[in-house]
């Protein structure tokens, strides 16, 4: 970790309990500072300097298509952290830019940007307040970036609405939401259900040294995630759920082989804005 690196995360409790987009704001852009410096020596191998990764069960944009032809395409990726996807889009021809809550992984993409010579242009941003004009884009994604640390899902929703050209592509990854039944564990306890799927309270972790909140992920069911995409204007044309593929041995938080062998770790949907 160099002088720039952020410190290393407090102790904290878990609790329920209701949060505005402020709070969530104002907790997860610090959070994913102190925690990019990990997040990228644990997971960068694996995600690529230019790779495009849906989530830790490794299925990739070349395999799924999911975003279509990039070619020539205006491309922002919401929740960008080090630019890896937006970097294979550009790759691949795209016009790819980024935008992420965290500076500490805005500057992990102008490092891989330097190293690699693929240069993705970002912006410090939230998803609820996309500094882009209207119609500016042809495809917005997101691999689990944003959605899920965002309390005003439906102004979220509807910022990339209002930025996508009519006819445009939008698609993203989130933890599977079936998986909030379950505890976040990667072993055999993680395959008990204990919670409600129907209850959408946050999981909000509070730093015991300060009593301020300092982490927060918001529920939705697969029923809200499409009433919230039609109300906008979408038409969706995919929902996969990947399985885990055999022999990978990768352990990512509650992401691990004997989970996924038997629940989805993962979903991620794709639609279209109507014309």
């Keep these: ?12 409790r878990v609790e329920r ?3 505005d987009e402020a709070e969530s704001r104002h907790a997860n852009g610090p959070d994913w500072d102190r925690y990019a410096d990990e997040y990228q020596a644990t997971h960068g191998e694996f995600l690529g300097d230019a790779g495009f990764v ?5 299925l990739t944009e070349a395999e799924a298509g999911i975003l279509g032809d990039v070619t020539g395409k205006d491309v922002l990726e919401v929740g960008s952290g080090a630019g890896q996807c937006s970097r294979w889009v550009r790759d691949r021809g795209g016009r790819s ?8 992984q ?4 102008r490092r891989i940007d330097l190293d690699t010579g693929i240069v993705v242009p970002s912006v410090l941003g939230t998803a609820t307040h996309l500094p882009f004009a209207d119609d500016t884009f042809d495809v917005v994604f997101s691999s689990f970036g944003a959605l899920q640390f965002v309390a005003d899902i439906e102004r979220a929703v509807a910022e990339t609405a209002r930025v996508l050209r009519p006819g445009g592509r939008y698609a993203f990854s989130i933890t599977h939401p079936t998986r909030w039944m ?3 564990d990667p072993g055999e306890p993680g395959l008990v259900a204990s919670q409600s799927y129907w209850d959408r309270t946050p999981y909000v972790e509070i730093d015991d040294l300060t009593g301020v909140v300092s982490y927060v992920e918001h529920h939705r069911t697969l029923g809200d995630w499409v009433a919230l995409l039609a109300g906008a204007g979408f038409r969706i044309t995919d929902l996969l759920e990947p399985e885990w593929p055999e022999g990978h041995d990768r352990v990512w938080g509650g992401w691990s082989g004997t989970r996924g062998r038997y629940t989805p770790g993962t979903a991620i949907f794709g639609a279209e804005l109507r014309d």
Excluded: I, K, N, T
């Design 1 to 12: 970790m160099d002088a720039d690196a952020a410190p290393a995360h407090p102790p904290v």
């Design 54 to 58: 849906w989530g830790p069960e490794g």
């Design 182 to 184: 379950f505890p976040d």
């Design 106 to 109: 805005l500057q992990h993409s």
């Design 97 to 104: 830019y980024g935008l992420d809550l965290s500076h500490r």
């Design 17 to 19: 309990r209701p949060v």
